[in-house]
Nanobody
Framework: QVQLVESGGGLVQAGASLRLSCTASGRTFSSYAMGWFRQAPGKEREFVAA????????NYADSAKGRFTISRDNAKNTMYLQMNSLKPEDTAVYYC???????????????????WGPGTQVTVSS
C-alpha cells in the first residue's frame, strides 16, 4: 500500500508556472505507475499526465501537451508536474494517483489507479 500527498498548488496569474509534487510513503515507489488528474468545480475528474514506474514512458492529455511535464525521482519517492503557461481553464484541484505495475505501462484512466492523494488546489486568474 502507498500513501500520497500533493503539494505546490496555489494562486497564480495566467501565463505563470507552478510545479506540483506528489510524495509517496513506502519503499517500493519505483514499482508504481503514477498519474496526475484534475477536477474543476462541477466537472468530472480528468486525466492530465501519466508516467511509468521506471519513468521511461509518459502520456499527456491534449490540454497538457506542450505546457506540462511529468517526471519522477524514485530515489526521493516523489513525482512532479511542471506546469507552464497556465491558463484560467487549468484551475482545478489536482490529484496524484498510483497503481502497482511493472515496466513501461502507463495508465490514463481513473479506473487504472488504486491510490489517490487528497489533492492540491491550483487557481489561475486571468
Amino acid at each position: 500500500q502507498v500513501q500520497l500527498v500533493e503539494s505546490g498548488g496555489g494562486l497564480v496569474q495566467a501565463g505563470a508556472s507552478l510545479r506540483l509534487s506528489c510524495t509517496a510513503s513506502g519503499r517500493t515507489f519505483s514499482s508504481y505507475a503514477m498519474g496526475w488528474f484534475r477536477q474543476a468545480p462541477g466537472k468530472e475528474r480528468e486525466f492530465v499526465a501519466a508516467i511509468s514506474a521506471s519513468g521511461g514512458n509518459r502520456n499527456y492529455a491534449d490540454s497538457a501537451k506542450g505546457r506540462f511535464t511529468i517526471s519522477r525521482d524514485n530515489a526521493k519517492n516523489t513525482m512532479y508536474l511542471q506546469m507552464n503557461s497556465l491558463k484560467p481553464e487549468d484551475t482545478a484541484v489536482y490529484y496524484c494517483a498510483a497503481t502497482w505495475t511493472f515496466g513501461a505501462i502507463v495508465r490514463s484512466t481513473r479506473e487504472g489507479y488504486d491510490y489517490w492523494g487528497p489533492g492540491t488546489q491550483v487557481t489561475v486568474s486571468s
